[in-house]
């Protein structure tokens, strides 16, 4: 099976820094894309940042410039490095993938667990 693990997330003051990990392990023919989401209030799971295998990022308009995502394709693990954090930006943090786990099927969503990063005022 097909697992997403994070780790990193925590209690950083405002205009301090965290990088949240996510670690994908199992059955993997090939990805298609790896992310980041949190919920904000009064809305559904919304996209923070995302990268494809075509090397193209997207963020989401209220983290731009302050959070970039990476990932190290030998240890099968996507990262969020986030700076200059808001008290805005608290909340669970869920790890995202779009892959298929073997060749004949397709493409599908895969989530974690979801790590909590708190901001302090």
């Known amino acids: 099976q097909v697992q997403l693990v994070e780790s990193g997330g925590g209690l950083v003051q405002a205009g301090g820094s965290l990088r949240v990990s996510c670690v994908v392990s199992?059955?993997?023919?090939?990805?298609?894309?790896m992310g980041w989401y949190r919920h904000v209030p009064g809305k559904q799971r919304e996209l923070v940042a995302v990268?494809?295998?075509?090397?193209?990022?997207n963020y989401a308009d209220s983290v731009k410039g302050r959070c970039t995502i990476s990932r190290d394709n030998d240890k099968n693990t996507v990262y969020l490095q986030m700076n200059s954090l808001k008290p805005e930006d608290t909340d669970v943090y869920y790890c995202?993938?779009?892959?298929?786990?073997?060749?004949?099927?397709?493409?599908?969503?895969?989530w974690g667990q979801g790590t909590q990063v708190t901001v302090s005022s």
């Open positions: 990268g494809t295998s075509g090397g193209s990022t």
């Open positions: 995202y993938a779009n892959l298929r786990s073997s060749w004949w099927q397709e493409n599908k969503d895969y």
């Open positions: 199992g059955s993997i023919f090939s990805i298609n894309a």
